[in-house]
């Protein structure tokens, strides 16, 4: 494994509140990391730092052992890609052409080289959604909108992705197939931290779970080495796990 990301000692404030408290962790190669936490914890907050779109009070976020705000626009969208919480599209644009946005960084997508004819291709079937490609995007419901949007960011084709909940609005086969599809990236070599609620499916497809509770980190571990007692305490629900640490299902407290 090959470490990529370095996030050290992060402070980021937030309306005058303070939002992440001290998060620090490596990441590397070959890594599909779960991001969880109660909303408000700070996982969208945390992504963003690591795209380099929030001012940090103090600490670092290096990539590749530069820190991303020294990276120029273009250099850290062939590093970078990242797919928001909020997706909103202004133009009546065809889901195709908002997928080849994602090879802006290579000078695309005014020309499309053949090159990039095939990572859109590739992408489109990654996200399952080579079907919706010739529709105009404000036709698509909010699932299909949500894959074209996945796949505008696997069209980046870069070592490092970042998905703030890229499995929210999608129905439960689609849920599946994309986890499969991310655990495939990593095992490819890429590193992907995404921003997750669906807790079974982190269990079961990432790597390493990172919990943040309250802006700080308060559990990091392999994905399958998940404690119980934290999930409860952090989440207040009680995981159904096999005997392999996968998480089956979940249900309410009872206590
Ligand atoms: N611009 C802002 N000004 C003030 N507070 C903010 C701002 N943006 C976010 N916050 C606060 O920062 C905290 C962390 O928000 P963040 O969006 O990172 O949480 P999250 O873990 O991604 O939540 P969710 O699971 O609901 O998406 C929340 O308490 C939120 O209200």
Redesign the pocket.
């Given at each position: 494994m090959t470490n990529i990301l370095d996030v050290k000692s992060l402070h980021i404030s937030?309306?005058g509140?303070s939002?992440l408290h001290d998060v620090s962790f490596r990441a590397g190669t070959n890594e599909f990391i779960g991001l969880v936490?109660?909303?408000?914890?700070?996982?969208?907050?945390?992504l963003r730092a690591i795209a380099g779109l929030a001012a940090l009070d103090s600490g670092h976020c290096r990539v590749k052992d530069k820190p991303v705000d020294l990276y120029s626009p273009i250099e850290r969208a062939q590093h970078i890609s990242y797919l928001p919480?909020a997706r909103p599209v202004y133009w009546s644009m065809l889901a195709r052409d908002i997928v080849a946005l994602g090879r802006f960084a290579y000078g695309s997508p005014l020309k499309l080289d053949d090159r990039d004819q095939a990572a859109v291709a590739s992408a489109l079937k990654d996200a399952g959604a080579e079907s919706l490609a010739d529709r105009p995007v404000a036709e698509l419901s909010g699932g299909e909108r949500a894959r074209i949007h996945l796949a505008r960011t696997l069209a980046t084709e870069t070592p490092l992705i970042l998905a703030d909940?890229p499995i929210a609005a999608l129905d439960p086969a689609h849920q599946l197939s994309v986890m499969r599809m991310l655990r495939g990236k990593a095992d490819a070599g890429h590193t992907i931290i995404a921003?997750l609620?669906e807790l079974p499916l982190a269990s079961r497809y990432c790597t390493r779970i990172i919990i943040?509770a309250d802006g700080r980190v308060t559990g990091d571990n392999p994905s399958t080495k998940m404690s119980p007692e934290l999930i409860e305490t952090v989440f207040g629900v009680t995981p159904i796990m096999d005997s392999n640490g996968v998480i089956n299902g979940l249900l309410p407290m009872t206590t």
């Open positions: 937030l309306g509140t939002v936490g109660p909303n408000g914890a700070g996982k969208s907050t945390l919480q909940e921003a609620h943040l």
